[in-house]
């Protein structure tokens, strides 16, 4: 169990540029979230994926975010034409389905500024 | 709307002294239940979690937490603060069973030497 990893670490961008982000599961977790955490606040869903379905996306995820888990392992985020409200950190978590009551397991995030 | 709601931005104990935070749910079905910590540039690592069954849940680092439906609530403690806890502290609720994470806004811990 090598934990929920999540690449870059740090990401400073120009607003209008466009960001990927990466987040590797633990490997045998099916379920995969992706979190928003402004400073002082808790985090706020974003959307999450079982396999390679994206089941549920919240409002808060523009046109400008896109998730992708295409072959159900990785899974990548990306804000197109950043704006400065995108600062934040992005958390990755990740959970195995099946009795239920999994806690999700989280990595270290991505903390993104704008200029 | 579901939502988790944590009395006290900030919470500061003297070291050795009995830590107290607050959450409680929303809803009347209760859900399942998560405490996190979070230290400064890191995730989220679970202390504690109830799912069904006893109503107070021991953890890691000597954290525990009692499941009190008649207040909907969560509370965290943990008898005797040391330095190392001093971190912020999330409430969270899955109210789908296997879907999102709601968190409340966070506790941030101080302590006190």
């Known amino acids: 169990d090598t934990g929920v990893s999540q690449d870059p670490r740090h990401k400073i961008t120009k607003r209008g540029q466009n960001v990927t982000f990466r987040c590797d599961p633990i490997?045998?977790?099916?379920?995969l979230y992706w979190y928003r955490q402004t400073l002082g606040q808790g985090p706020e869903f974003l959307t999450y994926?079982?396999?390679?379905?994206?089941?549920?996306k919240s409002r808060l995820l523009s046109d400008r975010f896109s998730a992708e888990r295409p072959k159900g392992s990785f899974s990548t985020l990306e804000i197109q034409r950043t704006e400065q409200g995108d600062s934040a950190m992005y958390l990755c978590a990740s959970t195995k389905t099946g009795s239920g009551d999994q806690p999700q397991h989280f990595g270290d995030g991505t903390r993104l500024s704008i200029l | 709307a579901q939502s988790v709601t944590q009395l006290g931005s900030h919470v500061s104990v003297s070291e050795g002294a009995l830590v107290l935070l607050r959450c409680n749910y929303s809803s009347s079905v209760p859900p399942y239940l998560f405490w996190y910590v979070q230290y400064p540039n890191q995730g989220l690592q679970l202390l504690l979690k109830?799912?069904?069954?006893?109503?107070l849940v021991k953890g890691i680092n000597g954290f525990e937490a009692e499941f009190k439906k008649s207040e909907t609530s969560f509370h965290l403690t943990k008898p005797s603060a040391h330095m190392s806890d001093a971190a912020e502290y999330f409430c969270?609720?899955?109210?789908?069973?296997?879907?999102?994470?709601?968190f409340g806004q966070g506790t941030e811990l101080s302590v006190k030497p």
């Open positions: 969270a609720a899955d109210y789908n069973q296997g879907g999102k994470l709601i």
């Open positions: 490997s045998e977790h099916n379920r």
């Open positions: 994926f079982q396999n390679e379905a994206q089941l549920e």
């Open positions: 109830y799912t069904t069954g006893a109503t």
